[in-house]
């Protein structure tokens, strides 16, 4: 079972630390990665968001959260694959 997720539909507005304190609340946290990263500076339409909590218990009471509006996007919350948090480059 994957301690990670991808969420994605993620508003260009939110900060990895907006997205931090969200799930922060459903689990412990060990790395969250949002891409673009906040200090980038490239026009964005949707952002990217990576989290790998401590309890792989914690993917699935996160996926509870697809749909739900945070900033001004509803999120789509599925698990990721163990590996690097980076998004593909198909």
């Known amino acids: 079972m994957t301690n990670v997720i991808q969420v994605t539909n993620v508003s260009p507005s939110t900060t990895s630390e907006q997205m931090r304190t969200l799930f922060g609340f459903l689990g412990n946290i060990e790395e969250l990665k949002l891409f673009p990263p906040d200090?980038?500076?490239?026009?964005?339409?949707?952002?990217?968001?990576f989290v790998k909590f401590l309890e792989p218990e914690s993917v699935g009471v996160s996926q509870h959260l697809t749909n739900t509006v945070f900033v001004d996007r509803a999120?789509?919350?599925?698990p990721f694959a163990e590996g690097p948090l980076q998004p593909s480059r198909d």
């Open 39 to 49: 200090e980038s500076s490239l026009p964005v339409t949707s952002r990217v968001c």
């Open 75 to 78: 999120l789509i919350v599925v």
